[in-house]
């Protein structure tokens, strides 16, 4: 028999790594969100917190850390894009998730509408209008709205599941 971690039942959560394993047993997909603002300039970083908010109007939902050295970039945003990775860029997921002095040099794009850059090679994207931006304890929850959407690719996606990337279920 396994030894069970346990959160006590109280009003804060005393060990945030406990919870953060605890988590991390709930496999999630790995996107790259990219913006750009309006002085053209372009940003990215590797998420796994993304869900659909609502169909009418289509919106979804990514969060981030508020103390992040992107939030300026992305709270400024004027339109942007999130490519939903398959199961063989991990490496592409790992650089945008670091600091890097160029994130795209070298990344093939895909060309679509706009100035938000999508990553080629994706499962799926979606480019999105940002909506609105609100604090949520120690992240930033952005909600955007869907402008265009493809699925690109039947492979299997990439997750993240106990702490590392795997190939998606297929």
Not at 38 to 56: A, K, M, Q, W, Y
Not at 63 to 73: E, G, I, Q
Not at 94 to 123: C, N, S, T
Request: with cysteine.
């Amino acid at each position: 028999m396994s030894s069970a971690l346990v959160l006590e039942d109280t009003d804060s959560i005393a060990d945030p790594a406990l919870l953060r394993r605890v988590c991390a047993t709930y496999p999630t997909g790995v996107a790259i969100v990219t913006a750009s603002d309006g002085e053209r300039r372009r940003g990215g970083l590797t998420i796994n917190s993304f869900i659909s908010v609502s169909l009418d109007p289509p919106l979804v939902l990514w969060s981030l850390s508020s103390r992040s050295p992107n939030r300026a970039f992305f709270n400024s945003a004027t339109q942007g894009a999130i490519t939903i990775l398959a199961h063989d860029q991990a490496e592409l997921a790992l650089r945008f998730a670091r600091p890097h002095q160029d994130k795209f040099d070298g990344v093939p794009l895909r060309k679509v509408a706009g100035d938000a850059p999508v990553i080629d090679g994706g499962v799926a994207f979606m480019r999105c209008k940002p909506w609105s931006v609100t604090e949520a304890g120690d992240h930033l929850l952005h909600i955007w709205e869907v402008k265009a959407a493809a699925v690109l690719s039947p492979e299997a996606p990439l997750v993240f599941h106990g702490g590392e990337m795997r190939r998606g279920f297929e």
